[in-house]
Every structure is written in structure tokens, then in C-alpha cells.
């Protein structure tokens, strides 16, 4: 995407929250993740919140699925980014129960191109050493829509091919 599209996206909406991407649509949240720009390695850093918007696998594939997921039943508060220079990172998932709170799930974080649209996104790769076989399966994608505000894809692999 080009600098002007992302512009036009921020004067659209300046002071787009995350609440807003909650109302939109698939479609409408596809299209801003493939005009939107990849972050910047350090544009990610510290503890940020997450929420789960929509999704094709089971518990997010419905409206309902995705209101549990968020709804606090589950430990997920997040994830903690650290920048390791201009081009690497990493970080974990924050599981928080209570006042039980710890960091597992580690990733690591470059630029890459997007498996969605092909464009350069903010990657978080989970095949490191120490996580589990299935966790080491998933792969996830940033892009920056507004100030502070990103927009992912979760992918896993499945029989050798990532599927969203």
C-alpha cells in the first residue's frame, strides 16, 4: 500500500479504536489489513492488548464464538513485544488469571511479506525452540491502521500450508 492510501485511511477515521474494528465486517477488516502498512519492529513494544475480531476455526467462525473468546473466560490478556534492533524482536503471550500472571508462548518478530496480499507485514513466528508442537504451527501478521492500533491475521499450518 502506498503512503497516501495509509493516509487517507487515518484522515477517514484519525481516531479509529479498537472497538471500531470490533463493528466491522470481514470484508471490511480484510481490506484495511491489505491496505494498511507493516509497523515498524519498534512500533510494537512492551505489554499491548488483544482481541480476537472474527475467524474461520472453531471458537471464532460465529458472532458468538468470538463474544466468548473475549469475554474473559479465557486467560489471553495479550501479548509483550520487545524490540531487539530495527529488523528483529520477539516476545510471548500474557496469560493472566486472576492474579496469576505469566508470559509463555515465545515468538519472534521481523518484516515480512504477508501471506495475505503478499505486502510487508509485522511478523510473529511461534516455530522456536521450547514451544509446543502445535504452538510452533502458528504464525500471525500486524499492520498498522492507526496510532497505536494494529490489525492481525492468525494463521496455523496444516499439512504443510498456513490456513487463516
Given at each position: 500500500?502506498?503512503?497516501e492510501?495509509?493516509?487517507?485511511?487515518r484522515?477517514?477515521?484519525?481516531s479509529l479504536?479498537?472497538?471500531?474494528?470490533?463493528?466491522m465486517?470481514?470484508?471490511?477488516l480484510?481490506?484495511?489489513?491489505?491496505?494498511s502498512?507493516?509497523?515498524a519492529i519498534?512500533?510494537?513494544?512492551?505489554?499491548m492488548?488483544?482481541?480476537?475480531?472474527?475467524?474461520?476455526s472453531?471458537?471464532?467462525?460465529?458472532?458468538?464464538g468470538?463474544?466468548?473468546?473475549?469475554?474473559?473466560?479465557?486467560?489471553?490478556?495479550?501479548?509483550?513485544?520487545?524490540?531487539?534492533?530495527?529488523?528483529?524482536?520477539?516476545?510471548?503471550n500474557?496469560?493472566?488469571?486472576?492474579?496469576?500472571?505469566?508470559?509463555t508462548?515465545y515468538?519472534k518478530?521481523?518484516?515480512s511479506?504477508?501471506?495475505f496480499?503478499?505486502?510487508?507485514?509485522?511478523?510473529?513466528?511461534?516455530?522456536?525452540?521450547?514451544?509446543?508442537?502445535?504452538?510452533?504451527?502458528?504464525?500471525?501478521?500486524?499492520?498498522?491502521?492507526?496510532?497505536?492500533?494494529?490489525?492481525?491475521?492468525?494463521?496455523?499450518?496444516?499439512?504443510?500450508e498456513?490456513k487463516f
Amino acid at each position: 500500500m502506498s503512503a497516501e492510501a495509509a493516509t487517507k485511511i487515518r484522515e477517514f477515521k484519525p481516531s479509529l479504536q479498537l472497538d471500531d474494528l470490533q463493528s466491522m465486517s470481514e470484508q471490511e477488516l480484510d481490506d484495511m489489513f491489505l491496505s494498511s502498512p507493516a509497523p515498524a519492529i519498534e512500533d510494537l513494544n512492551g505489554d499491548m492488548k488483544g482481541r480476537v475480531l472474527a475467524g474461520i476455526s472453531f471458537p471464532v467462525n460465529s458472532v458468538a464464538g468470538v463474544k466468548f473468546v473475549n469475554s474473559g473466560w479465557l486467560p489471553w490478556a495479550g501479548k509483550n513485544y520487545v524490540p531487539l534492533d530495527s529488523e528483529n524482536g520477539e516476545g510471548k503471550n500474557r496469560i493472566e488469571i486472576g492474579p496469576f500472571k505469566t508470559k509463555t508462548a515465545y515468538f519472534k518478530t521481523y518484516i515480512s511479506p504477508s501471506l495475505f496480499g503478499g505486502k510487508p507485514c509485522f511478523t510473529l513466528d511461534y516455530d522456536q525452540e521450547g514451544n509446543i508442537g502445535a504452538l510452533r504451527t502458528v504464525r500471525d501478521e500486524l499492520k498498522k491502521v492507526s496510532d497505536n492500533l494494529f490489525l492481525g491475521r492468525a494463521y496455523f499450518k496444516w499439512q504443510g500450508e498456513y490456513k487463516f
